[in-house]
């Protein structure tokens, strides 16, 4: 049998030099459909980082340049939440304290706050808009309280030296900003995942909240697109899926980390694409990889 990576090496040189993501030991599932569907994400010129680990072993069943650093966009809201969650919980912020949403620069990207009446909202409530629909106005807000030096400290603290939160979130990026919301790899963020809903961020409580903050998100079309949840009421499914999850989303930008977890296994993962959107094609090719790779992570948890 071939070796899949030198293989996929020689597949590079072929086809033009593209860096293809570089595999790393599966076990139980090979992930083979997955595989190909980022192969040939890869080959069209988009940079990809994935990553697999099972829940309770610990072991990686899927890595590829999981330590390389990409975009992540929305999904860097994640740090900023566990900040948000660790200051309620130490005090530092009143979960009541209210933002008057005309004190904060327009931004008319993702979220709904934006659409509403209600011109003030409290801090809790902000971390439940962004955390469901990344509300990019809310998480504005957020970070206007909680402070980058914060979140950075945070991300430190918890080891995580290839994830950082640059900026809030803009309508335009002029030279003088961040190039980037958020920046991570895929091994971290679902390091991450897991930690979380393994109760070992930062603190008991400040991961549950957390992980019941993200449980309400309702964009399930991509990696989540395979579990069949409903996108608007999944904490307490029927058919026993435990799902947490976040998405981030921009030009070029497709990013998703969580935890699922059946009957059989659960598993937490991160799949980051940064491609050129120059077409719908493009964008259609790496919405698909992200469907492949949950439709085998819910082979592998059911």
Do not use: C
């Not at 949403?101 to 909202?121: D, F, N, T, Y």
């Not at 435990?242 to 991160?270: M, Q």
């Amino acid at each position: 049998m071939p070796d899949p990576q030198r293989s996929s090496e020689t597949q590079q040189s072929r086809r033009g030099g593209h860096r293809r993501p570089r595999r790393a030991a599966a076990t139980r599932r090979s992930f083979t459909a997955t595989w190909k569907a980022l192969d040939d994400l890869a080959a069209s010129g988009a940079r990809v980082s994935v990553r697999v680990d099972d829940l309770d072993s610990g072991a990686t069943l899927l890595a590829g340049d999981d330590h390389e650093t990409l975009p992540v966009a929305g999904l860097g809201i994640v740090p900023l939440l566990i900040e948000t969650a660790a200051a309620f919980e130490e005090g530092r912020l009143d979960r009541l304290e209210i933002i008057d949403r005309e004190r904060l620069p327009r931004v008319a990207v993702a979220g709904v706050w934006q659409h509403l009446l209600a011109p003030a909202l409290p801090l809790a409530d902000l971390a439940v808009l962004a955390s469901a629909t990344g509300d990019a106005l809310a998480a504005n807000a957020l970070l206007g309280r909680v402070g980058l030096d914060a979140v950075r400290a945070r991300l430190e603290e918890l080891g995580l030296d290839q994830t950082a939160l640059l900026d809030g979130f803009r309508n335009e990026r002029g030279p003088d900003d961040a190039p980037h919301v958020a920046v991570g790899t895929a091994r971290e963020f679902a390091s991450l995942f897991a930690s979380l809903v393994n109760t070992q961020t930062v603190s008991p409580g400040v991961s549950a909240q957390v992980s019941e903050w993200l449980s309400l998100n309702v964009d399930l079309t991509l990696v989540a697109s395979a579990t069949g949840l409903d996108p608007f009421a999944h904490e307490d499914d029927a058919h026993g899926l435990l799902f947490v999850n976040k998405t981030g989303r921009g030009d070029g930008i497709r990013s998703e980390a969580g935890v699922l977890a059946g009957p059989r296994a659960g598993v937490a993962y991160a799949l980051l694409v940064a491609f050129d959107d120059l077409s719908i094609a493009h964008r259609l090719r790496a919405h698909d990889a992200f469907r492949t790779l949950g439709v085998e992570l819910m082979e592998y948890v059911y």
